[in-house]
């Protein structure tokens, strides 16, 4: 289930970061702020020379190969000024967190830095309210209503193992219930702990607080009520079938053996972003078949919106790794509309 932990963490992650107020800025030894830049807030778009955007059909079969980077520059297509892309994971390691050569510097070229979602829209505590209460399930639907009497004990015995109890998350969406019972998210925002102290980073948090303290501006390709209804279309019963089978797979897990979030983090850490997507496109990932749904629907919709806001200036994007590579990933889309796609962290 370690994919699904994947795409669902940002949520949660932005959630929890705005509940407990973090407001620091990312830690670098190479970081040096530039000089503020006065932006209005809100202005219109401005367009320059129109960009092609026409996005041919690629056949998903067709094998892209891509350098081993997760930074790269966009450049072309009727641009005046160089934009970014940079794959981030959401969750990492705290141990594991680095910096990737070439990510302070353009960073701080930056004009914007834009999200998979806006993160000031966390800043709103009614959103924050409205957030959580859509990751609950609807019509008075219980976790115990969904599971054996075996399977509900088996589930209830393992977050009181962890200190949690169960009341917290009885009428949670279970897609969202597994995140925690997989165990790679640090519980420490949530239950009071010290969030300086925490284990775990995401890079998305680390680039919203760099722009904060740099006054960059912030948007997003979507919605958090976009990111959340793309797991509504899984019934509640599916859902509740990966979390048990995510909690026995983590009981008989062997400690000896490279586990599967390892071995996604050892990709990052590789900057190979090929071994990403193709991990998450292998006929045996929990997500066999919701590809389109999370990874392929969403990149085409966002290069329309990526060209609008490099032709107002240089833009920084932030987006999850898993949507750089393969013949529908944003690299690739974003090639055939004409741009230049130049890796710049795989020195």
Same mark, same amino acid.
């Given at each position: 289930m370690k994919h699904l932990f994947y795409f669902i963490s940002l949520i949660l992650v932005t959630i929890i970061s705005a509940c407990t107020g973090q407001k620091k800025v990312a830690e670098s030894s190479d970081y040096k702020? !530039?000089?503020?830049?006065? #932006?209005?807030?809100?202005? !219109? #778009?401005?367009?320059?020379? =129109?960009?092609?955007?026409?996005?041919?059909?690629?056949?998903?079969?067709?094998?892209? #190969?891509? %350098?081993?980077?997760? +930074?790269?520059?966009?450049?072309? *297509?009727? +641009?005046?000024?160089?934009?970014? /892309?940079?794959?981030?994971?959401?969750?990492?390691?705290?141990? $594991?967190?680095?910096? !990737?050569?070439?990510? @302070?510097?353009?960073?701080?070229?930056?004009?914007?830095?834009?999200?998979?979602?806006? +993160?000031? %829209? &966390? $800043?709103?505590?009614? *959103?924050?309210?409205?957030? @959580?209460?859509?990751? &609950? @399930? *609807?019509?008075? &639907?219980? +976790?115990?209503?969904? /599971?054996?009497?075996?399977?509900?004990?088996?589930? =209830?015995?393992?977050? $009181?193992? @962890?200190?949690?109890?169960m009341f917290m998350f009885e009428k949670m969406k279970p897609m969202f219930l597994t995140i925690f019972a997989e165990g790679d998210m640090d519980m420490g925002a949530l239950t009071g702990g010290d969030p300086s102290a925490s284990s775990s980073k995401s890079y998305e948090m680390e680039f919203y607080e760099l722009a904060n303290a740099t006054d960059k501006e912030v948007f997003g390709l979507e919605t958090m009520d976009d990111q959340i209804s793309l797991f509504d279309s899984i !019934?509640?019963?599916?859902?509740?079938? &990966?979390?048990?089978?995510?909690?026995?797979?983590?009981? *008989? %897990?062997?400690?000896?053996?490279?586990?599967?979030m390892d071995k996604i983090t050892k990709m990052y850490l590789d900057q190979d972003i090929g071994a990403m997507v193709g991990s998450i496109e292998d006929e045996d990932s929990d997500l066999a078949g919701f590809e389109d749904l999370l990874l392929n629907d969403r990149n085409q919709k966002w290069i329309p919106q990526m060209t609008e806001y490099m032709l107002s200036g240089k833009t920084f994007f932030a987006v999850g790794a898993g949507h750089l590579a393969g013949s529908q990933g944003v690299i690739n889309l974003l090639r055939e509309v004409g741009y230049e796609l130049t890796p710049l962290s795989n020195k």
């Amino acid at each position: 289930m370690k994919h699904l932990f994947y795409f669902i963490s940002l949520i949660l992650v932005t959630i929890i970061s705005a509940c407990t107020g973090q407001k620091k800025v990312a830690e670098s030894s190479d970081y040096k702020a !530039p000089n503020k830049t006065e #932006v209005e807030v809100g202005a !219109p #778009v401005v367009v320059k020379p =129109k960009a092609k955007t026409e996005i041919s059909e690629t056949k998903q079969s067709e094998e892209i #190969v891509l %350098e081993k980077a997760l +930074l790269w520059k966009i450049s072309g *297509n009727g +641009l005046e000024e160089d934009s970014y /892309l940079y794959g981030t994971i959401h969750i990492i390691d705290a141990e $594991s967190f680095f910096w !990737p050569t070439n990510t @302070m510097e353009t960073f701080n070229k930056s004009e914007k830095v834009v999200f998979e979602i806006d +993160l000031d %829209e &966390m $800043s709103d505590i009614s *959103n924050i309210f409205g957030m @959580m209460s859509k990751i &609950m @399930m *609807n019509d008075g &639907m219980t +976790l115990s209503k969904l /599971l054996s009497d075996e399977d509900y004990k088996l589930v =209830k015995d393992h977050f $009181s193992e @962890m200190g949690l109890p169960m009341f917290m998350f009885e009428k949670m969406k279970p897609m969202f219930l597994t995140i925690f019972a997989e165990g790679d998210m640090d519980m420490g925002a949530l239950t009071g702990g010290d969030p300086s102290a925490s284990s775990s980073k995401s890079y998305e948090m680390e680039f919203y607080e760099l722009a904060n303290a740099t006054d960059k501006e912030v948007f997003g390709l979507e919605t958090m009520d976009d990111q959340i209804s793309l797991f509504d279309s899984i !019934p509640y019963s599916d859902q509740a079938t &990966m979390l048990v089978e995510t909690i026995k797979a983590g009981k *008989n %897990e062997d400690p000896d053996v490279e586990s599967e979030m390892d071995k996604i983090t050892k990709m990052y850490l590789d900057q190979d972003i090929g071994a990403m997507v193709g991990s998450i496109e292998d006929e045996d990932s929990d997500l066999a078949g919701f590809e389109d749904l999370l990874l392929n629907d969403r990149n085409q919709k966002w290069i329309p919106q990526m060209t609008e806001y490099m032709l107002s200036g240089k833009t920084f994007f932030a987006v999850g790794a898993g949507h750089l590579a393969g013949s529908q990933g944003v690299i690739n889309l974003l090639r055939e509309v004409g741009y230049e796609l130049t890796p710049l962290s795989n020195k």
